[in-house]
């Protein structure tokens, strides 16, 4: 059975900070595309950042400078480094798992993230 178990989320001020982490089981991070996505209140869910096996990286514009995405092969988990965080960043966030051709595709159950005074 593939879990994907998200945590690391919370209140934060305004500039603050933030790590996520993706604990995964059932599946080996390093194989999959690790994303992570987020739906903020009213709003359609986005992708934030992308993680490719060959460990190239992409980023949602408004995430770039702040955000950075990684992986540990031996924890087997992802993580989501959330810098000079914003009120705009306010969602719940979502770690997914994406085999590509193989259409495997797993999400955690979500984490919530809000940022304000």
């Known amino acids: 059975q593939v879990q994907l178990v998200e945590s690391g989320g919370g209140l934060v001020q305004p500039g603050g900070s933030l790590r996520l982490s993706c604990a995964a089981s059932?599946?080996?991070?390093?194989?999959?595309?690790m994303n992570w996505y987020r739906q903020g209140p009213g709003k359609r869910r986005e992708l934030v950042a992308s993680i490719a096996v060959n460990e190239s990286a992409n980023y949602l514009d408004s995430v770039k400078g702040r955000f950075s995405i990684s992986r540990d092969k031996v924890k087997n988990q992802a993580y989501l480094q959330m810098n000079n965080l914003k009120p705009d960043d306010t969602a719940v966030y979502y770690c997914?798992?994406?085999?590509?051709?193989?259409?495997?595709?797993?999400w955690g159950q979500g984490i919530q993230v809000t940022v304000s005074s």
């Open positions: 059932g599946i080996y991070v390093d194989f999959y595309i």
């Open positions: 997914n798992a994406n085999g590509g051709v193989t259409g495997r595709d797993y």
